[in-house]
């Protein structure tokens, strides 16, 4: 058997040959010109998004790594299969599908099509949801995502790190092996020497599975019996850690900052980006994450300008996303992002001195300000509809 020096000389030569082969070793990130920074999504990383409250973690996380994972996988089958685990502690499962319906929407469509969650249930009786949109969440473009996601995507019931641990340990065992070694050791008590079984490593079913553990938010996670929830949230994370290096798992836990970090004081200091010290119940997810992205919503603070873009023109509609820890890596990287929380939607924001790109997104954002989203929906709806008509699937 290999010893643990080749076994890892060998694992490097085959992510190298991967990728010289048209393989891929992570999902790369939407963000492209971040991607020195943040480069995608990792097999056996553990990643943690945090932020203040009603800053948009959830829809960053959302943005990030679900629907990113899931576009990557639905167009790269040869390449990777993808296996999410969704723990909502927070939002029903049919709102985390109503925001996936409406950034499919908007995505399909080439960002033409943009209607809320809040559109898509007709909540106000003056834009009742269009009929064409109906139709176009039927077409077969549509029902093979929603197909894929269900495929990909399993809502989980758990609530405690216990009950989640059993979870994902019966999916490892049924989805590959667990390679033991034996090895000698010496009673305390008796001096005889003895021979175990040692966990050595674990041999999946199939390498290209990303498995993705998301917990939103882990504040919420149900405590275990006799402990805190401070307790709680670090035997979740000490599970984590381990599915991550026994597995290979990739856990992404939301975590929200503190109200100490978001009060007047914090405000009046300027120390309104998220940090370990300012996470919510435990600080132990820091230390055990490899990547710790935070996020910052200037317009929360009422700042006029923030890094030296125009908070008063963008509005809720900025935010800047900041790799606070990085295991491996340089941290401090800080991208500026165009947010459309009606879609779900972000995009990185080109650099506060090119104005005459920067006017094009204060231009986007009047335009949207002045009209209801289904209005900017119900014309292009009717477009998509008839270009699927012409789509494959129809000939």
């Known amino acids: 058997m290999e010893n643990l020096i080749e076994r890892t000389i ?37 990643y943690l998004v945090t932020a203040h409250e009603k800053s948009g973690k959830t829809q960053l996380f959302s943005y990030l790594f679900l629907y990113n994972a899931l576009d990557f996988a639905f167009k790269n089958p040869e390449k990777i299969r993808l296996k999410v685990f969704y723990y909502h502690l927070e939002e029903d499962e049919q709102t985390i599908i109503l925001r996936y319906m409406s950034h499919l929407l908007y995505i399909l469509s080439n960002k033409k099509t943009r209607i809320s969650v809040s559109d898509l249930e007709s909540t106000n009786e003056e834009q009742v949801l269009s009929e064409d949109i109906l139709k176009l969440l039927e077409t077969p473009e549509y029902k093979e995502r929603f197909a894929f996601f269900e495929k990909c995507v399993e809502f989980m019931e758990s609530t405690n790190p216990s009950g989640i641990w ?35 490593h674990y041999e999946a079913d199939d390498p290209d599975e990303y498995v993705l553990i998301i917990a939103d938010h882990v504040s919420l996670l149900t405590q275990e019996r006799g402990m805190s929830l401070r307790e709680t949230i670090n035997k979740y994370s000490e599970y984590m850690v381990t599915l991550r290096n026994k597995f290979g798992y990739t856990p992404i836990a939301i975590q929200q900052q503190s109200t100490e970090t978001s009060d007047l004081e914090a405000f009046k200091a300027n120390k309104i980006r998220p940090n370990t010290p300012g996470l919510s119940d435990s600080k132990y997810t820091a230390r055990d994450c490899n990547t710790m992205l935070g996020i910052v919503n200037p317009f929360k603070f009422e700042i006029p300008t923030y890094l030296k873009y125009n908070i008063e023109k963008f509005q809720d509609n900025i935010r800047f996303l900041e790799v606070v820890i990085q295991r491996g890596g340089v941290a401090k990287g800080i991208a500026p992002l165009f947010f459309d929380g009606a879609t779900c939607y972000f995009t990185q924001l080109p650099d506060y001195k090119e104005l005459t790109k920067i006017s094009k997104y204060y231009e986007y954002l009047d335009k949207i300000r002045q009209a209801p989203t289904s209005t900017v929906s119900m014309f292009s709806a009717v477009k998509s509809i008839k270009r699927i008509i012409n789509y494959k699937w129809f000939k």
Not at 13 to 42: H, M, Q, T, Y
């Open 166 to 200: 059993f979870d994902l340990n019966a999916y490892a065992d049924s989805h590959g092996k667990s390679i033991y070694v034996e090895e000698e050791y010496t009673n305390r008590d008796t001096g005889e020497v003895k021979k175990r079984k040692k966990f050595d």
């Open 10 to 46: 060998k694992h490097i030569k085959a992510r190298r040959e991967k990728v010289l082969n048209g393989g891929v070793n992570c999902i790369p990130s939407p963000l492209k010109k971040f991607r020195k920074d943040f480069v995608g999504i990792e097999q056996k990383k553990y």
